[in-house]
């Protein structure tokens, strides 16, 4: 009896287990509805650790029932024997495939918009050791490209982290979750640098929203930092998300245009609710919000920052136009932001770099610096020539 009960379980969550990773391929609005309830979206956050666990608990499970086999005193009848047999197929068909799916490809088969058709470089997923400023392929007022880089600093950026991440990507665009500006003396700068820390970004324009206790305990601000190389940049629509969020768009006096003519791309920085009690509706309404304006945007669209969602959550199961640079370039290899204390490969791939119409990423990286409970991500972004 005891048995028997134990088989239906691990029958019922092994079902379940399957339907959540394959469903996006057959049902995807079941499985974007599914995704943002709780305990599933929890589970799907964690992709690695959920598959270690689960291969890990029917391994328990069946090395208890050989044992128990080994110790009984009366053996099997025939009957007996082949139902456990058909009972352990089906168990393994349902958790095997799925476990391996999650462990070695999480972003399979998750629907991948199409990139634009040209491509005169390769796109490449990169390394700590093999990134490089390089040289900058942008002249006069026309700008090739566009070097991004996504960090929620938990309010602890500070000045050394800073100089690392400036000096070794160069970045052009830094969007930062959780992370305060202030103005003093004409110059804006990040409230947790120092008094002379706040030299390091006197060449980029800053901009922050929000930053408070919302009721939901004190948030730092949505900031994004744009550097004054792209001109000048101002404040688009209004981008309601619970934890906020900045839209810029080019300024109408501002030169800069890219190869055909075109202004510079829109810019938004996301910080969205997490999943968790409480919070449930208002994280997969953010969810909505951020992809919606990346998907509908007219214009050529940069967004980055904190999702607090992978791509198995709610609407990214349902992208068409919105197309994350992670996936677009590293595939389906699974590497992770959050926390930076778990191992790359186990941890939740929540922060990302989102590009629609014809942008094109060139590479990827995911960036352990400081002591926020984020990595960063940084990705180089070729705007279109033609």
């Known amino acids: 009896m005891r048995n028997r009960i134990v088989n239906n379980v691990l029958i019922a969550v092994g079902a379940l287990f399957s339907c959540l990773t394959f469903l996006p391929s057959f049902l995807p609005s079941l499985a974007a509805w599914i995704s943002v309830k709780p305990i599933f979206a929890q589970i799907l956050a964690f992709p690695v650790p959920v598959s270690l666990g689960a291969l890990a608990t029917i391994s328990l499970i069946s090395i208890w029932r050989i044992g128990n086999c080994y110790s009984s005193q009366t053996p099997p009848r025939n009957e007996n024997r082949n139902s456990g047999k058909i009972t352990a197929t089906l168990i393994s068909l349902l958790y095997l495939p799925a476990c391996a799916v999650l462990l070695f490809a999480p972003n399979w088969p998750l629907p991948a918009p199409t990139p634009p058709v040209e491509q005169e470089t390769p796109a490449t997923l990169t390394s700590a050791a093999t990134v490089s400023p390089g040289a900058s392929s942008n002249s006069g007022n026309t700008i090739k490209s566009i070097r991004v880089l996504s960090w929620n600093t938990q309010s602890q950026a500070k000045d050394e982290d800073m100089k690392i991440l400036l000096a070794k990507y160069r970045p052009d665009v830094i969007f930062l979750p959780e992370t305060s500006s202030y103005e003093k003396n004409g110059i804006t700068s990040l409230t947790s640098l120092s008094e002379d820390g706040k030299k390091i970004m006197r060449d980029y324009t800053i901009f922050s929203e929000g930053g408070s206790d919302n009721g939901f305990g004190e948030i730092a601000a949505t900031t994004v930092a744009v550097h004054k190389r792209l001109g000048q940049y101002q404040r688009g629509q209004k981008v309601e998300t619970t934890f906020w969020s ?98 790359e490969y186990a941890a939740s791939p929540i922060d990302h770099i989102l590009i629609n119409r014809n942008l094109q990423a060139q590479n990827f990286q995911i960036v352990k610096v400081g002591s926020s409970d984020h990595r960063a991500i940084f990705s180089e972004i070729r705007l279109p020539s033609r």
């Open 246 to 343: 900045v839209h810029l768009v080019p300024a109408p006096n501002n030169p800069l245009k890219d190869p055909t003519g075109e202004a510079l791309p829109e810019l938004l920085s996301v910080h969205t609710a997490p999943p968790v009690p409480g919070l449930m509706g208002k994280w997969n309404k953010d969810l909505n919000t951020v992809i919606g304006v990346v998907e509908e945007s007219k214009n050529h669209l940069i967004a980055g920052g904190d999702f607090n969602a992978t791509l198995r959550h709610g609407v990214f199961n349902q992208r068409k136009l919105a197309r994350d640079v992670q996936q677009e370039v590293g595939g389906s290899e699974p590497a992770g932001t959050w926390p930076s204390t778990f191992w």
